[in-house]
């Protein structure tokens, strides 16, 4: 047991996904896992063990934002072991050719977030994803002609912006930045200091450009081909 994970010592496997929604993660193991146990409920921070084509994986919510997964993937890492994580989360576009239920791959996360200039003494760490997943994923996606836009993405603190700031995420578009989401650099960040291999995988739910979303239950329940996709990297 852990200070927010109830699992104890080999309940979780060392491949996990990590959706932010404590639901998905439910949703995920009830309809790809077979064999499926519930290692977790405190907070409802859901998280579970299956299998899936033989091998073992684990599934864990994670919350929305940077402190929220990094109490979780720091407990994973920590107390159970766990090698590889792949985040399974939403983003919104910034970019005109990346479309709603498009799939991001992140290859590097930028942020605005003061977390990492914390650790670093105010010098910026550049959160890159693991080369060998990213490449697997990149192979999985042409074999399976799947249409996945390949860069960095932002890590945002800011799911509601304010609008005296003018456009916050303008800077970012113009260097090519393709997404942003609220957790990706903290994931890798410290998938680093402990030499463990992250990845995350992001399907478009908000083009923020275009001023489209999806509603609540279609963000829950329609990433079925990123899961999909993220399973074969297991
Ligand atoms: O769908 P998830 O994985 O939660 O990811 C995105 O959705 C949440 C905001 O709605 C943030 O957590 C953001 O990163
Ligand atoms: O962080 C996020 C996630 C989804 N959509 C957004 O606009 N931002």
Redesign the pocket.
């Known amino acids: 047991m852990s200070a927010h994970n109830n699992a104890k010592k080999g309940d979780i496997a060392d491949f996990v996904l ?4 404590p639901k ?1 993660a439910k949703l995920i193991a009830e309809t790809f896992l077979t064999d499926v146990i519930c290692y977790n409920e405190v907070r409802g921070m859901l998280g579970y063990t299956g299998f899936y084509n033989g091998k073992r994986i684990s599934v864990q919510g ?4 940077m402190p929220s997964i990094s109490i979780y993937i720091t407990e994973l890492i920590e107390e159970y072991g766990v090698e590889t994580l792949v ?5 919104g576009s910034i970019q005109d050719d990346v479309n709603m239920m498009d799939i991001v791959l992140a290859m590097s996360a930028c942020t605005d977030s003061g977390m990492n200039k914390f650790k670093f003494n105010g010098n910026d760490f550049a959160p890159t994803a693991n080369f060998e997943l990213l490449k697997k994923a990149n192979e999985i996606a042409e074999q399976n002609k799947i249409k996945a836009h390949t860069g960095s993405i932002l ?1 945002s603190d800011f ?1 509601y912006t304010e609008s005296h700031l003018g456009d916050p995420f303008l800077n970012w578009k113009t260097y090519g930045v393709l997404a ?5 650099a903290a994931l890798y960040s410290i998938a680093a200091k402990y030499r463990k291999k992250a990845l995350a995988i ?1 399907t478009v ?2 083009h923020i450009l275009k001023k489209e979303a999806l509603s609540a239950d279609d ?1 829950q329940n329609s990433f079925k081909e990123m899961i999909e996709f993220a399973l074969q990297l297991a």
């Open positions: 990590l959706p932010g929604d998905r994670t919350g929305m934002g985040r399974v989360g939403s983003c890590t799911f942003v989401d609220m957790e990706t992001l739910s908000d963000r």
